[in-house]
């Protein structure tokens, strides 16, 4: 059974940072593309940013320069560095993952933290 747990949302004024973390669990072989998305209430949810296992990175527009995804394949853990926080970006942040625990990857989400960005 694998499990991707998130950690690190709660709530911070406009301006402010916050950094995320989802750590993998289980039986995995590999992890592929480790990535996180958001929610906002009556939003669809969203592509915030993606990393894989060689490195190749990409950001939303809506958080470039703002937000940083990095990962530790040793410890299968991806990170989000968020940084001059808006009243926009709160929202359920969720991590994902395509895992390898047996002969093809499958597609794994976490429960979601919740990001409120408010003064």
């Known amino acids: 059974q694998v499990q991707l747990v998130e950690s690190g949302g709660g709530l911070v004024q406009p301006g402010g940072s916050l950094r995320l973390s989802c750590a993998a669990s289980?039986?995995?072989?590999?992890?592929?593309?480790m990535a996180w998305y958001r929610q906002a209430p009556g939003k669809q949810r969203e592509l915030v940013a993606s990393?894989?296992?060689?490195?190749?990175?990409n950001h939303a527009d809506s958080v470039k320069g703002r937000f940083t995804i990095s990962r530790d394949n040793g410890k299968n853990t991806v990170y989000l560095q968020m940084n001059s926080l808006k009243p926009e970006d709160t929202a359920v942040y969720y991590c994902n993952a395509d895992i390898l625990t047996g002969y093809s990857y499958v597609n794994y989400w976490g429960q979601g933290t919740q990001v409120t960005v408010s003064s």
């Open positions: 990393i894989t296992s060689g490195g190749n990175i």
């Open positions: 289980g039986r995995i072989r590999s992890i592929y593309t």
